[in-house]
């Protein structure tokens, strides 16, 4: 599966924005779908992932009930809706997919093998 990230760019503090994460190839429904961040000088963080089937979703401990993730299998897309984003959000998001990944293994990305390109989130405060 190739993946595409979009809908980055710069906001206010307090602003949202919703990155899409598009999908290209067979079975895209076996797989689970997540979103990293990275921030310059920082590792690579988990931010929140969908599971296949009946689409499970998980979040970071940052992420407070700000973002909110839901996927499309038909149009093969994942959609993170980013509300309330503040300064120490900015970041590069990835989103990377894995086929029938454990449930305890969401969070790990060396469990996913398919990546997207990234997309710059800048806020400003």
């Known amino acids: 599966v190739q993946l595409q990230a979009s809908g980055g760019g710069p906001v206010q503090a307090g602003g949202s924005r919703r990155l899409t994460c598009s999908a290209s190839?067979?079975?895209?429904?076996?797989?689970?779908v997540a979103w990293f961040r990275q921030a310059p000088g920082k590792e690579r963080e988990f931010v929140s992932a969908?599971?296949?089937?009946?689409?499970?979703?998980y979040y970071g401990d940052f992420v407070q009930g700000r973002f909110t993730v839901s996927r499309d299998n038909d149009k093969k897309t994942v959609n993170l809706q980013m509300n309330n984003l503040q300064p120490e959000d900015t970041a590069v998001y990835y989103c990377?997919?894995?086929?029938?990944?454990?449930?305890?293994?969401?969070?790990?990305?060396?469990?996913?093998?398919?990546w997207g390109q990234g997309t710059q989130v800048t806020v400003s405060s």
């Open positions: 990377a997919a894995a086929s029938f990944l454990h449930d305890s293994d969401y969070g790990t990305e060396r469990y996913y093998n398919f």
């Open positions: 969908v599971k296949y089937g009946v689409g499970t979703t």
């Open positions: 190839g067979r079975f895209f429904f076996n797989y689970t």
